[in-house]
C-alpha cells in the first residue's frame, strides 16, 4: 500500500514540489544571518558547494530526473548566492593551508570529470569532493557552534528527504545527491549539538578552575609570607 503510494504520480508531483519550495527557503535564514553577522560561512565549503552543485544539475539533467530536479536546480541557484555573500563579507581573501587542499583535489576532480564524460563519475565526484567541503564546515561548526544557522540545514535535511520521495523508484543514481545532502545536513546539525555541549561543559567547569586557580594563588601567598625572607 505504502509502495503504490509513494509511486502514484500525484504523491511525487507533490514531494518533488514540496522539496523545491523547502529548499528555497533553507536558504533564507542562513542569507539573513549572514548580513545580519551572525552566520560567519566557511568560504571554501561554499565555493566547493557553488560549483559541484552544478556538476550535480547537469548530470542529474542528463541522467533524465523529472520531479526531483526542482531540487537540483534551487540548490545550486541558492549555493551560488551564498557563495557570493561569503566572499563579500569576508576581510580575508587568502584561503587557510587544509581549505587550498580541498580546492585543489576538487579542481582536480571536476577536470577529470570533463574529460571522462560520465554521468556516474560526476555524481561521485560531486559526493566525494562536497563531503570534503563539508567536513570543513562541520569542524567550524563544532568549534564555534554559533556561526551556523542550525534551521537552514534542517531545512535542507527534510527537503532531501522529500527529494529522495520524489523519485519514485530505487533509482540509487538519481537518489545519491539527495541522500548525501541529508547525511551532510545531518552531519553538520550534529557538529552543532556537540560544539554546544562543550561549550557548555566548559562553562560549567569555568568556576571550579577559577576556585582552583584562587586556592593556589592562597597558598603561594602564604608561603611567601611564611618564608625566612619575608621574615627579615
Known sequence: MLQLLAQHPDVLHRAGLASAVLSIYAFWPYISDILAGRTR???????????????SLLAQIYEGADGSLGFAVTQTLGTVVICGLTFWKTTQLRFKTEDS?????????????????????????????????GLLTMKKA????????????????????LAVVAIGQADWLLMAYPLYVMALSGGIMAAMGLGHL????????????????????????FQRAGSPTASE
Do not use: C, K, N
Request: proline share 3%.
Open 41 to 55: 560561512p566557511e568560504r571554501a565549503s561554499w565555493l566547493i558547494w557553488a560549483l559541484l552543485s552544478a556538476v
Open 142 to 161: 563544532f568549534l564555534d557552534p554559533t556561526s551556523e544557522t542550525w534551521a537552514t540545514w534542517a531545512a535542507f535535511f527534510v527537503s532531501a528527504a
Open 101 to 133: 587542499q580541498v580546492l585543489t583535489a576538487t579542481a582536480v576532480g571536476i577536470w577529470l570529470w570533463a574529460e571522462m564524460e560520465s554521468a556516474v563519475y560526476s555524481l561521485f565526484v560531486t559526493i566525494s569532493m562536497s563531503m570534503m567541503g
Open 198 to 221: 562543550r561549550v557548555a561543559r566548559r562553562q560549567a567547569d569555568a568556576p571550579q578552575e577559577q576556585r582552583h586557580q584562587r586556592l593556589t594563588l592562597s597558598v603561594m601567598s
